[in-house]
T-cell receptor, first 110, second 115 residues
Framework: QKEVEQNSGPLSVPEGAIASLNCTYS??????FFWYRQYSGKSPELIMF????GDKEDGRFTAQLNKASQYVSLLIRDSQPSDSATYLC??????????FGKGTMLLVSP | GAVVSQHPSRVICKSGTSVKIECRSL??????MFWYRQFPKKSLMLMAT?????????EQGVEKDKFLINHASLTLSTLTVTSAHPEDSSFYIC???????????FGQGTRLTVV
């Protein structure tokens, strides 16, 4: 059973703080990992993907992967109220379907 | 990223009628497309995987005769909800993946309301 687990939240942070979103996965064969952002009533949009152990940075976003611990995280620096959304973690093995977590709701207060 | 277009964005239909939703990859050829359903405040639920030129693969519990999927070309997949009932009201989202890539991009979603 392929599973991706996320804390449903909400995770509340003040504006300007670092938001840390976490995700664990059960399938050791998973090779690629994705973070999507979904605003209420909208479809998910891809923020970042990561394949290799370590950190990957893109602007205010940093994805972290630890395959030994089967753990993926997303850090959002200088959080803005516009970052308030549900963040979905997803994992897949090569060419397979994506398995999504249930998402973590992030609330950034002004 | 790649662009996936889904149409219509909203549709209201009467019980018993059928509704067709289109999913197009605009700037790439998608050999595989995915159809999801999402109920309010719930996560995405994969309904089926659509492969160009072959029959779709449905997830357990999804009625293939009710949710007809056609992937007739490398840029178009359609989902037809047949004999729709109010319980079929949901947010339907497609996604597509480029060949040899693992990133999937989502369409805008279709809000279906059956009255």
């Amino acid at each position: 059973q392929k599973e991706v687990e996320q804390n449903s939240g909400p995770l509340s942070v003040p504006e300007g703080a670092i938001a840390s979103l976490n995700c664990t996965y059960s399938d050791r064969g998973s090779q690629s990992f994705f973070w999507y952002r979904q605003y209420s009533g909208k479809s998910p949009e891809l923020i970042m993907f990561i394949y290799s152990n370590g950190d990957k940075e893109d602007g205010r976003f940093t994805a972290q992967l630890n395959k030994a611990s089967q753990y993926v995280s997303l850090l959002i620096r200088d959080s803005q109220p516009s970052d308030s959304a549900t963040y979905l973690c997803a994992a897949n093995t090569r060419y397979s379907t994506l398995t999504f977590g249930k998402g973590t709701m992030l609330l950034v207060s002004p | 990223g790649a662009v996936v277009s889904q149409h219509p964005s909203r549709v209201i239909c009467k019980s018993g009628t059928s509704v067709k939703i289109e999913c197009r990859s605009l700037d790439f050829q998608a050999t595989t497309m995915f159809w999801y359903r999402q109920f309010p405040k719930k996560s995405l639920m994969l309904m089926a995987t659509s492969n160009e030129g072959s029959k779709a693969t449905y997830e357990q519990g999804v009625e293939k005769d009710k949710f007809l999927i056609n992937h007739a070309s490398l840029t178009l997949s359609t989902l037809t909800v047949t004999s729709a009932h109010p319980e079929d009201s949901s947010f339907y989202i497609c996604s597509a993946r480029e060949p040899l890539n693992t990133e999937a991009f989502f369409g805008q979603g279709t809000r279906l309301t059956v009255v």
